[in-house]
């Protein structure tokens, strides 16, 4: 059985570079680096102060939405993101929305772990501790009387793709990933599978996650993720004097559709997504296998399940950390798959400018590579002073260049590594 074409037809993005996947042109061009010390909570007393916040007011995108939802977001900065990424396509996905057939229409969703900010919540929480014996409980429920299934203290994961789909109006499925920097990588390559088989016509699929608050900026900065703020840029993908990443935020999606879909309703679509390698190293929850052999089998499969061959890869858009774990081994493991011809293929990492946003780097970076697709860029590694690899092809500078055929790869905790392949198809 043949199966079905899977093409995407449009994506968007709320970015610390990018209000808007309109934006991203200029800023990939640039080299705009959005890391700043961070204003969302008081960074005094605590060595890791900056990252990559979406500082512009976001309200005006939602100011459409229940009073529930304005409520949630308040708090729940990952709705608050998703909710502000649709309300800035809403008005040009009306057409296509109108086209699409509930049942046959999914959502699949990459969402980071709660963080709920208790600050909140301070009167009603001191009221409870002080006449309940369970006050956690007695809270909950007293604030999650409205019959919906937002809950003002803490919202259930599904949350984010019920969202998306009551906007969409996707009834076939919502789907929720939580597997950390492969999130929203995996949401499309399941994307992929879903309309590949012919289970649905068109699936939204993307993700959303900030860790710009004190428990995840400590709780990585603890494990060495994280460095100290002690220099202007503190992310250097595949730099040798590399320390670490950059704190981010985001929430993004893509819209994937069967090749039946697009003919019918008369799309141009902006590329194909050919196939994806997706394996587990289960080596360490906090540490790659040193060996590799599980993410050049993630390549290596992306490859082969796209029927593409290693010398036809024009680019690679690396997951690229700026930790001293990954660079290194990334880049042994895309040596070791394209072997004669890795020195020619050109590498970049977009996380020195735009940070990790953790279960939404895969979408972040995934609408970075369509607008680079789109507008004919090799984004830089924009913070690179001195190669950890001499023979990699590492883009010092922004450059002009058509992309036909291009892998974009995201590495996570537990040794999760899923890496998409994708053909242009504005060339």
Same mark, same amino acid.
């Given at each position: 059985?043949l199966?079905e074409?899977?093409?995407? !037809?449009?994506?968007?993005?709320?970015?610390?570079i990018?209000?808007?996947a309109h934006?991203?042109k200029?800023?990939? !061009?640039?080299?705009?680096?959005a890391?700043?010390?961070?204003t969302?909570?008081?960074?005094a007393?605590i060595?890791?102060?900056n990252?990559a916040?979406?500082?512009?007011?976001?309200t005006?995108?939602?100011?459409?939405?229940?009073?529930?939802?304005?409520?949630? %977001?308040?708090?729940?900065r990952?709705?608050e993101? =998703?909710a502000?990424?649709?309300?800035?396509?809403?008005n040009?996905l009306k057409?296509?929305?109108s086209?699409?057939?509930?049942s046959?229409?999914?959502?699949?969703l990459?969402v980071?772990?709660?963080v709920?900010p208790?600050?909140f919540?301070e009167t009603?929480?001191?009221q $409870?501790?002080?006449?309940?014996? /369970?006050?956690?409980?007695?809270?909950f429920t007293?604030? /999650?009387? /409205?019959n919906?299934?937002a809950?003002?203290?803490?919202n259930?994961y599904?949350?984010?793709?019920?969202?998306?789909? @009551?906007?969409?109006?996707a009834?076939?499925?919502q789907k929720?990933i939580l597997?950390? %920097?492969v999130s929203?990588t995996?949401?499309?390559?399941?994307a992929?599978?879903t309309?590949?088989? +012919?289970?649905?016509d068109?699936?939204?699929?993307? +993700?959303?996650?900030?860790?710009?608050?004190? =428990?995840a900026m400590?709780?990585?900065g603890? =494990?060495g993720?994280?460095?100290s703020?002690?220099?202007?840029f503190? %992310?250097?993908?595949?730099?040798?004097n590399r320390?670490?990443t950059?704190a981010g935020?985001?929430? +993004?999606f893509?819209?994937?559709a069967?090749?039946k879909?697009? #003919?019918s309703?008369n799309?141009?679509?902006?590329?194909?997504?050919?196939? $994806?390698? @997706?394996t587990l190293?289960?080596?360490?929850i906090?540490?790659?296998?040193?060996?590799?052999?599980s993410?050049?089998?993630?390549?290596?499969h992306?490859?082969k399940?796209?029927?593409?061959e290693?010398?036809?890869i024009?680019y690679i858009?690396a997951?690229?950390?700026?930790?001293?774990h990954n660079?290194?081994?990334e =880049?042994?493991c895309?040596?070791?798959?394209?072997?004669n011809?890795?020195?020619?293929?050109p590498?970049?990492s977009?996380?020195?400018?735009?940070?990790?946003a953790?279960?939404?780097?895969?979408?972040?970076?995934? %609408?970075?590579l369509?607008n680079c697709? #789109?507008?004919d860029i090799?984004?830089?590694?924009v /913070?690179?002073?001195?190669?950890?690899?001499?023979?990699?092809n590492?883009v010092r #500078?922004?450059?002009?260049?058509k992309?036909?055929y291009?892998?974009?790869?995201n590495f996570?905790? +537990?040794?999760?590594?899923t890496?998409?392949?994708?053909?242009n198809?504005?060339l």
């Amino acid at each position: 059985m043949l199966k079905e074409k899977v093409f995407v !037809i449009d994506y968007e993005v709320v970015s610390p570079i990018s209000t808007g996947a309109h934006q991203l042109k200029d800023s990939i !061009i640039n080299g705009e680096c959005a890391e700043k010390t961070i204003t969302r909570f008081p960074v005094a007393g605590i060595p890791f102060k900056n990252g990559a916040e979406i500082n512009k007011d976001l309200t005006p995108l939602y100011s459409n939405e229940s009073d529930l939802i304005k409520r949630i %977001c308040s708090y729940d900065r990952k709705l608050e993101l =998703l909710a502000s990424c649709y309300g800035l396509a809403k008005n040009r996905l009306k057409p296509l929305i109108s086209k699409l057939n509930p049942s046959r229409t999914g959502v699949i969703l990459g969402v980071g772990a709660d963080v709920t900010p208790f600050e909140f919540f301070e009167t009603e929480l001191s009221q $409870y501790i002080i006449t309940h014996q /369970n006050p956690m409980a007695g809270l909950f429920t007293e604030m /999650n009387h /409205n019959n919906s299934r937002a809950n003002i203290v803490g919202n259930p994961y599904d949350i984010y793709a019920i969202y998306l789909a @009551n906007k969409f109006n996707a009834g076939a499925f919502q789907k929720s990933i939580l597997t950390a %920097c492969v999130s929203s990588t995996q949401a499309i390559g399941l994307a992929y599978d879903t309309i590949a088989s +012919g289970e649905v016509d068109v699936v939204i699929a993307g +993700g959303t996650d900030s860790i710009i608050n004190m =428990l995840a900026m400590i709780s990585f900065g603890k =494990l060495g993720i994280i460095p100290s703020s002690s220099s202007e840029f503190s %992310c250097k993908p595949f730099d040798i004097n590399r320390n670490g990443t950059l704190a981010g935020e985001c929430a +993004g999606f893509t819209i994937i559709a069967s090749s039946k879909f697009i #003919e019918s309703n008369n799309i141009k679509p902006i590329a194909q997504i050919l196939g $994806y390698g @997706n394996t587990l190293d289960g080596y360490k929850i906090t540490a790659p296998d040193p060996s590799g052999k599980s993410i050049s089998k993630a390549i290596s499969h992306a490859l082969k399940n796209s029927n593409i061959e290693p010398s036809m890869i024009d680019y690679i858009n690396a997951h690229g950390t700026g930790t001293k774990h990954n660079d290194d081994l990334e =880049l042994k493991c895309y040596q070791q798959v394209f072997g004669n011809s890795f020195s020619g293929i050109p590498i970049s990492s977009t996380k020195g400018q735009h940070g990790h946003a953790i279960a939404a780097a895969g979408i972040q970076e995934f %609408c970075v590579l369509m607008n680079c697709l #789109e507008n004919d860029i090799l984004p830089a590694n924009v /913070n690179l002073t001195s190669p950890n690899n001499e023979e990699a092809n590492l883009v010092r #500078e922004t450059q002009s260049k058509k992309i036909k055929y291009a892998l974009t790869s995201n590495f996570a905790f +537990g040794g999760i590594n899923t890496v998409l392949a994708v053909k242009n198809e504005i060339l």
